[in-house]
């Protein structure tokens, strides 16, 4: 009997979604299956067009199966072993990342959050006591405009654990969903890192998320322009000091050479964050798990934050625009019309 290739949905086929689907793809060590909501009629009919610095150029491609939703997915090609979430984490949007992928969780499966931000495995593990959860950071560079993948970085990802308490044995559990994710998805092109401290990762990656993102969406700058008017002294790196206070303060230490790396990193590429590119096209961003988990943190432990909190308002104005925009929220001026403002806040809760 042939063995039975283990399971991977796919969720989220942004370019990073769409570059793990074809190197699952290649490999064939994996079943794989892809969610592709708005342009599922022409990833059915023509495919993706990719050009990637890691897996070359395919024309026409798709995974083996698609599926319209996570809930299609789980009907027809469930059950499975490993969810694959590369969706934007945007708990302040329409659908939280746990309602997304509900629908085909089951005992069995493992979720793998390849998403940025911090804080983002605590709310997966209250809504899926008994799943494994992995955390992984990807320093893929990765877009997909109208289902032309173009994949600009080496694909490398840092893959660890989340330790879930309530299992027993959960190491052990959680080392073999590691092995295996590691052994269907590695080849000759790519690298993952199996990494004992992912939470540092993420802290380190958080230190660009943090100041270079949000203020190049707040502003609509690049972040060579950015530097050119003074942020680096004035805005960057008293931000990035904020992120290693408060990692210090969760016992994670990171070096000032890491802060020099991130401010230097696109020195002269007049380059535009995903963030900011996401802001002009009037698309919600995820300021909650880049900033206001952080901060959160920071208050907790009395770790004062003054750059970061300004960061965070004026960043949440800029998706509070874009709510309204969008509909996602609605603004009844005639409520607000004899109401004194502090309390304005509330009012919109309501
Ligand atoms: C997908 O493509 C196939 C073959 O090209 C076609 O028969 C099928 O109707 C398409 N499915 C949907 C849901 O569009
Ligand atoms: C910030 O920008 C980088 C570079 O474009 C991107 O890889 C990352 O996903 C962005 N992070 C957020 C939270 O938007």
Same mark, same amino acid.
Request: with cysteine; glycine share 6%.
């Given at each position: ?40 009629a022409k990833v059915n009919e023509s495919g993706y067009s990719i050009k ?8 026409? +491609? ?16 469930? %059950?499975?072993?490993? =969810? ?77 654990? +989340? ?32 990494? %004992? ?5 993420? +802290? %380190? ?12 969406? =707040? ?23 904020? =992120? ?80 309204? %925009? ?25």
């Open positions: 009997m042939p063995e039975r290739k283990p399971k991977v949905l796919v969720v989220g086929s942004g370019g990073v979604g769409a570059i793990g689907a074809l190197c699952l793809t290649l490999n064939d060590k994996a079943d794989v299956t892809l969610v592709v909501r708005s342009d599922y990637s610095v890691t897996y070359g150029e395919h024309e026409n +491609w798709k995974p083996r199966h698609i599926a319209k939703s996570v809930a299609d997915a789980s009907e027809r090609f469930g %059950e499975f072993d490993f =969810i694959l979430l590369t969706t934007k984490n945007i708990p302040d949007g329409p659908i939280t990342c746990e309602d997304i992928i509900r629908p085909a969780v089951t005992p069995r499966t493992a979720i793998i959050l390849l998403q940025n931000g911090l804080g983002i495995e605590k709310p997966m593990i209250e809504q899926f006591p008994h799943n494994v959860i992995l955390s992984g950071v990807t320093l893929l560079c990765s877009t997909n405009i109208n289902c032309v993948v173009c994949n600009s970085l080496k694909d490398q990802i840092y893959l660890g654990a +989340w330790s879930n308490l309530n299992i027993k044995n959960h190491a052990e559990k959680e080392q073999s969903a590691i092995n295996e994710f590691t052994r269907i998805y590695s080849n000759e092109y790519n690298k993952v890192f199996i990494d %004992e401290n992912v939470e540092k990762t993420r +802290w %380190e990656k958080l230190l660009y998320n943090a100041a270079l993102n949000s203020t190049t969406t =707040i502003v609509n700058l690049d972040v060579s322009r950015c530097q050119i008017a003074g942020a680096n002294n004035e805005l960057f790196r008293p931000a990035m000091r904020e =992120i290693v206070a408060i990692a210090a303060s969760e016992g994670v230490e990171i070096s000032p050479e890491t802060v020099e790396k991130f401010i230097h990193i696109s020195d002269g590429q007049f380059y535009s964050p995903s963030m900011c590119v996401d802001a002009r096209k009037k698309q919600l961003f995820e300021s909650e798990i880049i900033l206001g988990n952080p901060i959160k943190i920071a208050e907790a432990n009395g770790v004062e934050t003054p750059v970061l909190k300004t960061l965070y308002t004026l960043l949440s104005m800029v998706q509070f625009r874009i709510k309204e %925009e969008k509909g996602i929220i609605k603004i009844d001026e005639n409520e607000y019309r004899n109401t004194n403002s502090d309390s304005y806040p509330d009012i919109l809760k309501k």
